[in-house]
Nanobody, 127 residues
Framework: VQLQASGGGSVQAGGSLRLSCAVSGRTLSRHTVGWFRQAPGKERHFVSN??????????NYADSVKGRFTISRDNAKNTVYLQMNSLKFEDTAVYYC???????????????????WGQGTLVTVSS
């Protein structure tokens, strides 16, 4: 299973970026896919996930990004996107996408809920 995250970059506060996570080796519609981020010197934290289609394919968000970020999935491209609007300085981090092998009953917001990880893409927001 390979995950390729892209779309990071430098942007001013209030700007937007769209991250992509292209996956090979798994059909994303059958798996929960998550986005996490890790700021320098800090732990990796949950940002958003999208459930497998059989469970509604709904998106979930950390409170800190709710209303600003939108997760989506393109089944034809086997790619998950994270649209990030109204970016803030505190959104600066390396963003990682991850795929869960199993469906769990809980919200799946912990790193250990996921089995496969991409290499990360850096988002830098200047104030």
């Amino acid at each position: 299973v390979q995950l390729q995250a892209s779309g990071g970059g430098s942007v001013q506060a209030g700007g937007s970026l769209r991250l992509s996570c292209a996956v090979s080796g798994r059909t994303l519609s059958r798996h929960t896919v998550g986005w996490f981020r890790q700021a320098p010197g800090k732990e990796r934290h949950f940002v958003s996930n999208i459930r497998r289609s059989a469970y509604g394919g709904s998106g979930n968000y950390a409170d800190s990004v709710k209303g600003r970020f939108t997760i989506s999935r393109d089944n034809a491209k086997n790619t998950v996107y994270l649209q990030m609007n109204s970016l803030k300085f505190e959104d600066t981090a390396v963003y990682y996408c991850a795929v869960a092998e199993r469906h769990l009953a809980g919200p799946m917001i912990q790193t250990y809920d996921y089995d496969y990880w991409g290499q990360g893409t850096l988002v830098t927001v200047s104030s």
